[in-house]
C-alpha cells in the first residue's frame, strides 16, 4: 500500500484554524481519491472531505461545508485539508485515505480504503 504520513494536528479554541497535511510515497495510477477521515471517541469514523486528483473534484459532509477546504500539492505529493471555525464538535482524530474511484467519484467510505494514515489528534475546546 501507499505510505501516508500526516501532520498538523493541535489544540486550538473554538473559531481557531489549522490546516492538516497528508504526504504519500507515491500515488499509484490506480489510486485516484484523497480523503479525510474522522473518529470521535465513541463514534464510527466518518469521510469529511476527499478530492478526485485527477478530476479535481471535490466533496465535503454537511458538518464542515463552508468551514473545510481540501487541496493539493502534486509537486509534493500532499494533500491538505484547511480547518476554519472551528467547533468542539470538530474534535476527533483525522486520518487522510487513498480509495480508487468508482464509477468517477470518490466512495468516502470505509470499505473503500486502500491505504490508512496513521492518523492525527484535534481538539477544539469551548
Known amino acids: 500500500g501507499v505510505d501516508l504520513v500526516e501532520s498538523g494536528g493541535g489544540s486550538v479554541q473554538t473559531g481557531g484554524s489549522l490546516t492538516l497535511s497528508c504526504t504519500a510515497s507515491?500515488?499509484?495510477?490506480?489510486?485516484?481519491?484523497v480523503d479525510w477521515f474522522r473518529q470521535a471517541p465513541g463514534k464510527t469514523r466518518e469521510g469529511v472531505a476527499a478530492?478526485?486528483?485527477?478530476?479535481?473534484?471535490?466533496f465535503y459532509a454537511d458538518s464542515v461545508k463552508g468551514r473545510f477546504t481540501i487541496s493539493r500539492d502534486a509537486a509534493k505529493n500532499t494533500v491538505y485539508l484547511q480547518m476554519n471555525n472551528l467547533k468542539p464538535e470538530d474534535t476527533a482524530v483525522y486520518y487522510c485515505?487513498?480509495?480508487?474511484?468508482?464509477?468517477?467519484?470518490?466512495?468516502?467510505?470505509?470499505?473503500?480504503?486502500?491505504?490508512w494514515g496513521q492518523g492525527t489528534q484535534v481538539t477544539v475546546s469551548s
Open positions: 478530492m478526485h486528483l485527477n478530476l479535481k473534484s471535490t
Open positions: 485515505a487513498t480509495e480508487a474511484a468508482v464509477r468517477g467519484e470518490c466512495p468516502v467510505s470505509v470499505r473503500w480504503v486502500a491505504s
Open positions: 507515491e500515488f499509484p495510477s490506480n489510486i485516484n481519491c
